[in-house]
């Protein structure tokens, strides 16, 4: 299947959830998420999900790898006003979102952090193949990001849904993670 139907698939899939069946997958999506080495971590860069979209949520992963290096900082992605790229905004507790023009809860402001200094990239997605490809919702924002990551930056994405098994359009600058969290498994690419 091409992205665009993987893409259509996956959030009318997703959108079949109850609120209790993605309690359930959340929770052991979490609890697979323990199994993985991230001991030294020092920057992460997560995201906040869009509730509507029935996003998974990482801040429990976060947390978890907060209690594991504490002195990790956390950002989050901002779209710039080019409408192409995105940076890592350093975050805090005291840190104020706002909804972008994609509905995406940004920082209103802080820090950028250099993308070449983030050690873990949590990345949304729809769906995602067996060669650790995903489907986002088209815009290309993360993998042009990641491309200017360091080669060692570890991408994990999560996802409700077990992998399929090809993507048929994967581009020449889609960027694969190195982990996919399901409630059945991790996945390592």
């Not at 020092?42 to 976060?62: G, M, N, T």
């Not at 509905?103 to 200094?117: A, C, F, K, R, S």
């Not at 050690?119 to 042009?144: C, E, N, S």
């Amino acid at each position: 299947m091409v992205k665009k139907e993987i893409r259509r698939a996956y959030i009318e899939k997703r959108n079949e959830l109850s609120t209790s069946g993605i309690n359930d997958l959340v929770a052991k999506i979490v609890d697979n998420f323990r199994s993985i080495n991230l001991q030294g971590a020092q920057v992460l860069l997560s995201y906040h999900p869009i509730i509507e979209r029935k996003e998974f949520d990482p801040a429990s992963c976060a947390d978890l790898l907060l209690l594991e290096n504490s002195n990790l900082i956390i950002a989050w992605p901002k779209i710039d006003d080019d409408s192409i790229t995105m940076n890592a905004v350093k975050v805090s507790n005291q840190s104020s979102l706002i909804p972008n023009r994609y509905n995406i809860p940004e920082p209103v402001n802080g820090e950028n952090i250099d993308p070449l200094m983030i050690d873990v990239v949590f990345v949304p997605l729809l769906a995602f193949d067996t060669k650790g490809y995903r489907v986002g919702y088209g815009k290309g924002f993360y993998d042009r990001f990641l491309l200017r990551c360091s080669e060692d930056v570890v991408k994990i994405g999560f996802s409700y849904f077990e992998a399929i098994d090809t993507i048929d359009d994967v581009h020449e600058y889609d960027v694969p993670l190195n982990f996919c969290i399901t409630p059945m498994r991790v996945y390592e690419f």
